[in-house]
Nanobody
Framework: QVQLVESGGGLVEAGRSLRLSCAVS????????MGWYRQAPGKQRDLVAS???????NYVDSVKGRFTISRDSAKNTVYLQMNSLKPEDTAVYYC???????????WGQGTQVTVSS
């Protein structure tokens, strides 16, 4: 059913920017709440940004003002614009449905973001 393919990660120096993409199949992104999550080695996977069907967005304090989540209905794709990257942003980034009952235990492969100091 739902398939999520993240892309756009890479190795960048602190202060640089990256734009992550999440191509969604089997679900219309504008009809559900979507989020970007990240997981650093040895740590839990945390939600960092979300966008609701209304267009309302939320961010964890550590990325607020630096990251922007958006979506393109024509491409059925969710984006995460990441500016002023910091080493502590280093993690594997995943997109997924925000509602647990809808996403179940499915996760894509994620995309690695590494920020050097």
């Amino acid at each position: 059913q739902v398939q999520l393919v993240e892309s756009g990660g890479g190795l960048v120096e602190a202060g640089r920017s990256l734009r992550l993409s999440c191509a969604v199949s089997g679900m219309i992104v504008n009809t559900v709440a979507m989020g970007w999550y990240r997981q650093a080695p040895g740590k839990q996977r945390d939600l960092v940004a979300s966008i609701f069907s209304s267009g309302t967005t939320n961010y964890v304090d550590s990325v607020k003002g630096r990251f922007t989540i958006s979506r393109d209905s024509a491409k059925n794709t969710v984006y995460l614009q990441m500016n002023s990257l910091k080493p502590e942003d280093t993690a594997v980034y995943y997109c997924n449905l925000l509602r647990v009952v809808l996403r179940g235990n499915y996760w894509g492969q994620g995309t690695q973001v590494t920020v050097s100091s």
